[in-house]
């Protein structure tokens, strides 16, 4: 099994930065294919990014794209996601999952416990 740990989520002002963390440990073969997503209160969990074990392949939710980088460090087992332009609609729980074979939710394996982003007007 692989266990996943967030950190970094905050509160920040509409067109802020904030850097996510994920650490992986345990099974860490398991994760070469990893993905943030998130779940704003009364949604459903959504993709928002993920990123390939080299980090060569990285898909982007449209919502995302220009303003949030995904990337890894092996070494470190750990996993980003660099917001940039941060907006109220980006407020959620942030979630690092591991074992990916898509884009979707039920295509993850792992999962970690959760970080919460909250954008300010």
């Known amino acids: 099994q692989v266990q996943l740990v967030e950190s970094g989520g905050g509160l920040v002002q509409a067109g802020g930065s904030l850097r996510l963390s994920c650490a992986a440990s345990g099974r860490t073969f398991s994760s070469r294919r990893m993905g943030w997503f998130r779940q704003a209160p009364g949604k459903e969990r959504e993709f928002v990014a993920r990123?390939?074990?080299?980090?060569?392949?990285?898909a982007y939710a449209d919502s995302v794209k220009g303003r949030f980088t995904i990337s890894r460090d092996n070494a470190k087992n750990t996993v980003y996601l660099q917001m940039n332009s941060l907006k109220p609609e980006d407020t959620a729980v942030y979630y690092c999952?591991?074992?990916?074979?898509?884009?979707?939710?039920?295509?993850?394996?792992?999962w970690g416990q959760g970080t919460q982003v909250t954008v300010s007007s």
């Open positions: 999952a591991a074992g990916g074979r898509g884009l979707r939710v039920n295509e993850y394996d792992y």
């Open positions: 990123i390939s074990w080299s980090g060569g392949s990285t």
